[in-house]
């Protein structure tokens, strides 16, 4: 559905240098610690487990809310929200204000870029994992070579 909250709530730096390391699909909630199915706030780029887990990521949301009977301080807080948050492993965009997964984004696209710059996250953790394993074969391949020409040598 179109989210409209999306001007108020997404305001990270797409490369967030606040972003946890490795894949996103492995974030660790930072409460729990758990890595089952989290979700990453647009707003301030932490990461939380999603409701299938402890919920830690509506969680987020509540506690962001500002309580209604403090005006004052609820219109300065209006324009940081943390009602909208993105899977990290499907990428899919949800907002615990609408209740409901956000088809749209903000002018600027950042939701899009978000969600690329996490692609590329994952990406790049995958290669480095399997330049890590390509790596080791490697050296496998090269010891069994040596460990052959040893015995070649051995037998002349
Ligand atoms: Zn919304
Ligand atoms: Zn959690
Ligand atoms: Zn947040």
New binding site residues.
Partial sequence: MECPHLSSSVCIAPDSAKFPNGSPSSWC??????NKSPWVCLTCSSV??GRY?????K?HYEDAQVPLTNHKKSEKQDKVQHTVCMDCSSYSTYCYRCDDFVVNDTKLGLVQKVREHLQNLENSAFTADRHKKRKLLENSTLNSKLLKVNVFGRRV
């Fill in positions: 909630c930072s409460v729990c610690r758990s939380h487990c887990v402890n919920g830690h990521a969680k």
